[in-house]
């Protein structure tokens, strides 16, 4: 039996990541705690090595979602799907050098999540995420 695709969420609402969190476990994956600050994202992920981030670009604290993306990925390579209310081509341009796989404009709706999660997950030879 394969493992429950594990995912981290850093939302500075509170009440998109708890709702983002919610759905998400309804779909069957295995969400941890969301956090709001940047380095907090940056231990969690170092700690727990997650299947996939979903990372919102501003952030709680000093470090923002694209500091903490590069991090990341300098240490670990975890897939992370970006979910902004940048505009796509700002929010673009602000993640390019970031090897991410995906930018979700907000407002988004579950479903476009989760095609975004799976696809991201294929990409990375995981082809059944839950």
């Known amino acids: 039996?394969?493992?429950?695709?594990?995912?981290?969420?850093?939302?500075?609402?509170?009440?998109?990541?708890?709702d983002l969190k919610k759905s998400l476990t309804q779909l069957g994956y295995n969400v941890y705690e969301p956090v709001t600050k940047g380095i907090e994202i940056v231990n969690m992920a170092l700690t727990l090595k997650p299947d996939l981030i979903l990372m919102d670009i501003k952030l709680m604290g000093k470090v923002d979602g694209i500091d903490a993306a590069k991090t990341i990925r300098?240490?670990?390579?975890?897939?992370?799907?970006?979910?902004?209310?940048?505009?796509?081509?700002?929010?673009f341009k602000k993640v390019k050098h970031i090897n991410s796989y995906r930018i979700i404009q907000k407002?988004?709706?579950?479903?476009?999540?989760?095609?975004?999660?799976?696809e991201t997950l294929k990409l990375n030879g995981k082809t059944n995420p839950l």
């Open 1 to 18: 039996m394969d493992k429950k695709t594990r995912i981290l969420i850093a939302e500075d609402d509170c009440i998109i990541s708890m």
């Open 74 to 91: 300098l240490n670990l390579d975890i897939p992370i799907i970006f979910i902004t209310a940048y505009g796509a081509e700002k929010a």
């Open 107 to 118: 407002p988004y709706n579950i479903d476009e999540v989760d095609k975004a999660i799976r």
